[in-house]
């Protein structure tokens, strides 16, 4: 009893342990994953009550209330749907147990603690949470460029003279080639798999 209070105390409770590959089948979150889509984990992070499941998809974090209750809640959370930002790497002190991962999915924070001696792999993580985060960043502008663009050519034909062309005709022939290549554009720049970016960091 005296080890757990003291424990608790000196926040080492909730210190989270990287999950090998192998053992991934033993956790909660690999039950969600959806395999039957190629969807693939790539780190996993499991504390006494949590586990943050990342996968080329989504963050899955399976949410415990506390070590000592058996009930879960689920929370997914689609990279497509939810942009990572502000990822940071918090290294230990001296007489520090743990380091600490911090990122923002959406307008939801996380910080994560890993045991220090785990520094090695939770950097590579880090590495591939930052490179997916500055592909989001690049992408939604290369996005909002081109609904300026369209917006912009539509508006210049509003303000022609409907005697110099027919406007009609013209309008259409814009606005289907307009969302006939933003639909391209954001095919190509509004990224849901990111295996490509986790490979590269995580399995090197």
Known sequence: MFKKITSDALGLSDIGKIID?????KTDADDYVRHEDDEKIYFLIKTKADEYCFTNLALI???GENAASSKRTLDRYPYSQYKISN??????????????IKFTLG???????VHKEEIEKLKDLYKALLHIAETMHENGII???GNQSLYKAVNVLQHTR???TDLASQYKEITEYGFSWLKSVREEYH???FGDIFEKYINN
């Open 107 to 113: 307008n939801q924070a996380f910080s994560i603690d």
């Open 143 to 145: 996005l909002e460029m």
């Open 21 to 25: 590959p192998a053992d991934y089948d």
């Open 87 to 100: 990822v940071f790497l918090e290294t230990a002190g001296k007489i520090d147990m743990d380091i600490e």
């Open 191 to 193: 990224a849901k798999d």
């Open 162 to 164: 409907a005697a110099e």
């Open 61 to 63: 974090h399976v949410d």
